[in-house]
């Protein structure tokens, strides 16, 4: 039922297919030179972030515990269940043996939002109409309604960056996006899904009634499509506009202390793909020394990435959010003007979230500095420090509690 990674040689096999496919099919004489090198750079990748056993991001090397425990939330996710064993029913026995993995798999860690990288599971693009909306369906069950549509908006962007590529949509489109099951969907055992592709990643791990959805990773450039098919689509303008409405609020003091660069001149994410383990100490303005005005503010500003979840489940993070926010850092890299680019950081023992605008990539020839960061691309990444990424410690201790 379950498989184990395909292994990223130079050779062909149905992977690589799916990947000459997006290519162009440039299949004639094995694999096109693009393709082998897409599948060497990602394995390149696979071994140096997967070297270490998974601990999970701390601030000093050592993961607090107790954090997270197995406890009933009282919010179903029977619906995602029941949506993921209707999309697992649509596909054929082929799609299934590269789609589905064991739970504790290494695979969960296995995900990149470059556009290179050689994925597992099944895309959107090989997809059949009814198989797309049991893929959607899955993603109604688990997210709101507005993390739905961020989701949708990125796809489309990615779309819409094939078209200021001379319609490049090989690599870039709208449907180059991979789904995977990890475990066998249950109401009682512990099982996950995940979703993979450029600039949209997003884990999903369920034990009975507890969600973890974490690591997740939205972005986009461009971030609002000005022409082309999806003219009008935008995405993480409210993320923005918030974090800096809350940085520009401060008081000058706090946000001297909140700054850590006042120059903005590169890209500053430190925990995206391959980042498991990550030593990152708190930086910046304690939410202790907020007034109460803006520690709801600062919560506000969380609430908005946390909302992407259901609202059942968000209500259930944002209380553990608030339990610690004494032990919350708000940390800053740029400028505070209107059309300022910038980095901010959001820190806690649970909850780890970064915003940055990046240099330019696939848009660098639209752009008079392609070495500056711009607004028209954004990389947002979501991380569960102290080893709950993934949902591992609530694995963790599922297994201790019973025979694996």
Request: proline letters at 4%.
């Amino acid at each position: 039922m379950f498989m184990s990674r395909v292994s990223l040689i130079i050779g062909f096999s149905p992977l690589l297919a799916v990947l000459c496919f997006q290519l162009g099919g440039e299949t004639q004489a094995g694999p096109s030179s693009r393709v082998s090198r897409f599948a060497e750079m990602s394995r390149m990748a696979e071994a140096k972030g997967l070297a270490e056993p998974f601990k999970g991001i701390t601030r000093n090397g050592s993961v607090q515990t107790g954090l997270f425990l197995i406890q009933s939330t009282g919010v179903s996710t029977e619906p995602v269940r029941r949506a993921a064993e209707l999309f697992l029913r649509s596909l054929d026995a082929e799609q299934r043996r590269r789609t589905q993995f064991p739970v504790d798999d290494e695979e969960w860690r296995k995900w990149m939002n470059q556009h290179f990288y050689v994925r597992q599971g099944v895309s959107f693009q090989e997809m059949t109409e009814a198989q797309r909306q049991a893929a959607f369906g899955l993603l109604r069950a688990s997210l709101s309604a507005k993390g739905l549509n961020l989701t949708r908006d990125i796809m489309r962007l990615n779309h819409t960056l094939g078209e200021l590529n001379q319609n490049n949509f090989n690599e870039y489109g709208e449907w180059l996006y991979w789904i995977t099951i990890m475990g066998q969907p249950s109401a009682t055992q512990p099982w996950g899904w995940q979703l993979d592709g450029h600039h949209l990643v997003i884990n999903y791990f369920v034990l009975k009634d507890q969600v973890v959805m974490t690591p997740s990773f939205f972005g986009s450039e461009p971030v609002i499509a000005r022409s082309g098919k999806y003219k009008g689509t935008s995405v993480l303008q409210a993320e923005q506009d918030q974090g800096l409405a809350f940085m520009r609020s401060l008081p000058e003091a706090q946000r001297l202390q909140a700054t850590l660069e006042f120059s903005k001149t590169g890209n500053n994410n430190l925990t995206e793909a391959f980042k498991d383990n990550v030593v990152l100490d708190y930086a910046g303005l304690p939410a202790k020394l907020l007034s109460p005005h803006h520690q709801e503010q600062l919560l506000s500003l969380i609430q908005l990435y946390v909302d992407n979840m259901d609202s059942g489940h968000a209500r259930v993070r944002m209380q553990e959010v608030r339990r610690h926010l004494e032990e919350t850092y708000f940390a800053w890299i740029g400028g505070i003007e209107t059309n300022s680019v910038f980095y901010y950081r959001i820190h806690s023992p649970v909850i780890l979230i970064e915003f940055d605008h990046q240099r330019p990539v696939a848009m660098r020839h639209l752009v008079e500095d392609p070495q500056a960061p711009f607004r028209e691309h954004i990389h947002v990444v979501i991380r569960t420090p102290n080893g709950n990424d993934y949902g591992k410690d609530l694995l963790r201790q599922h297994y201790a509690q019973s025979k694996h």
